[in-house]
């Protein structure tokens, strides 16, 4: 399989880089919260790289946001989270092209337990397979761990950066209850792995930062959940755009702070 295809359809306009254009990376964006990131980022006239497991999504969901989208640039790209070829070589490839990456989206993510999900898998820890936890740590934790640890180079070279971890309220020590558990622990250590990287970065203009979307209607909430992908976007845009004094090793919810 290739790692990554960044060619563009024909049909698509022309990819020009402005110079001095942001660049920024959200993974697991062919739909869902990840693809409603990429828009607002295109709005805001970044080029963004979209990525997905796929090629296909990940050319189709270009294909609709160039046809929408008045401003920005989007180039689509294959990356499988849990694979570290994949994540060497989209962080390779982003800093030939463009040399720089302003912002992180580490968005995607699976929640193997959800209850719309069919068939129902074991949620409690003492009947969930190691197996199953373990490919929520992979996937939510260890593939963000890694591709943040690539990234961050790329945007110490110009001295500025925004990392955005999509998380979730099922992460917080502060609520913690029964179930859940491979995609408790994954999130709870995304939440960990925020605060690290931020007082690691204290100080070199790189913020990272946590958000919660709330439930929002995607393949991770389902279909009964109230919120919108639009909505659930809003605080991981503004966490992705913030100024360079904004708040770092934070974890928000509509933009509030909440408790970890
Ligand atoms: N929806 C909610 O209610 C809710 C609540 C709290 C937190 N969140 C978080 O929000 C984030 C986005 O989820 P969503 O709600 O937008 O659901 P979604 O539409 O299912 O998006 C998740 C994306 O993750 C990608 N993905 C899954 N496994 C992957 C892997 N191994 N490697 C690379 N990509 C992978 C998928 O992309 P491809 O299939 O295209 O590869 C998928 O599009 C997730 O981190 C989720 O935990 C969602």
Redesign the pocket.
Known sequence: MTAIDTSPSPETRAITQSPGQRVALV??A?????REIVRGLMARDYLVYLS???AE?AQQAVDTLMDEAPRGEVRPCV????CTEHLRDVIAMIKARDGRLDVLVN?????LEAPHLEPARPTLALEQPVEMVRESLE??LL?AYQLTQLAVPLMQRHGEGRIVN???GSGQLAEMGAGDIGYRLSKAGLNAMTRVFAAELQGSGILVNAM?????N????GPD?PRT?QQ?ADTALWLATLPDDGPSGGFFRDRQPIAW
């Open positions: 993974t697991g062919a739909g869902g919260i990840g997905s497991r796929a999504s990356l499988e989270m849990t968005n995607a993510g699976i929640y996937t939510n593939g999509v998380s979730s919660c979307p709330g439930w929002v995607t393949g991770v909430g959940a992908p659930g």
